[in-house]
């Protein structure tokens, strides 16, 4: 069965660190690219980008490239999300999910974590 | 303002037929297949359709899904109260090089 697992809700303050996890396993980690996606406190689905484990290819979003750093550990079936300097802005909740790609043009994400609630205030 | 425009919300009865439009552009929902997601309060996006009309996994018959040109949607028959929910559309954007979701539908069984 695959599953995705992701890490505890956090709570942090501005400019601090943080980094999330999502383990994974039922499947073949390294040959899926997983994907990100930001959902703040009543509002939409933000897809942050992709990684994929197998060569550690990494895609961003224009709205968060240089904001996250996606990364994983082959060794361990984890993909991690983080962030360098929190801002109030980031408070949101955080999924991981993986992706499917069926051809050049059609791909979609069929398994998601729980979701990481990420809450930033000082 | 997101990229795919759906309308903010939907209604309908128990055993109604709803429909769910999600718009596009050629960089879009023109190029590239759109999937649909479901997202019951407090939980997690589940896949529901992939490839304009194909079914995730379990999901029933009573969903389907459409796409012509620069347009998708997601009809929903025999409306049943489980089905509140929040729907997304997705599509791959050449000119983003993302992935862009639609706002969101609010579907509201009354």
């Known amino acids: 069965e695959v599953q995705l697992v992701q890490s505890g809700a956090e709570v942090k303050k501005p400019g601090e660190s943080l980094k999330i996890s999502c383990e994974a396993s039922g499947y073949s980690f390294n040959t899926h690219w997983i994907g990100w996606v930001r959902q703040r406190p009543g509002k939409g689905l933000e897809w942050m980008g992709i990684?994929?484990?197998?060569?550690?290819?990494?895609r961003y979003s224009p709205s968060f490239r240089g904001q996250v750093t996606l990364s994983a550990d082959k060794s361990i079936n984890t993909a991690y999300l983080q962030w360098s300097s929190l801002k109030a802005s980031d408070t949101a909740m955080y999924y991981c999910?993986?992706?499917?790609?069926?051809?050049?043009?059609?791909?979609?994400?069929?398994?998601w974590g729980q979701g990481t609630l990420v809450t930033v205030s000082s | 303002q997101s990229v795919l425009t759906q309308p903010p919300s939907a209604s309908g009865t128990p055993g109604q037929r709803v429909t769910i439009s999600c718009s596009g552009s050629?960089?879009?929902?023109?190029?590239?297949?759109v999937n649909w997601y479901q997202q019951l309060p407090g939980a997690a996006p589940k896949l529901l359709i992939y490839s304009n009309n194909q079914w995730a996994s379990g999901v029933p018959d009573r969903f389907s899904g459409s796409r012509s040109g620069t347009s998708a949607s997601l009809a929903i028959s025999g409306l049943q109260s489980e089905d509140e929910a929040d729907y997304y559309c997705a599509a791959w954007d050449e000119s983003l090089n993302g992935l862009v979701f639609g706002g969101g539908t609010k579907l509201t069984v009354l």
């Open positions: 050629s960089s879009n929902i023109g190029s590239h297949t």
């Open positions: 990684f994929y484990p197998g060569d550690s290819d990494t």
């Open positions: 999910a993986r992706r499917v790609v069926l051809t050049a043009s059609a791909y979609f994400y069929d398994y």
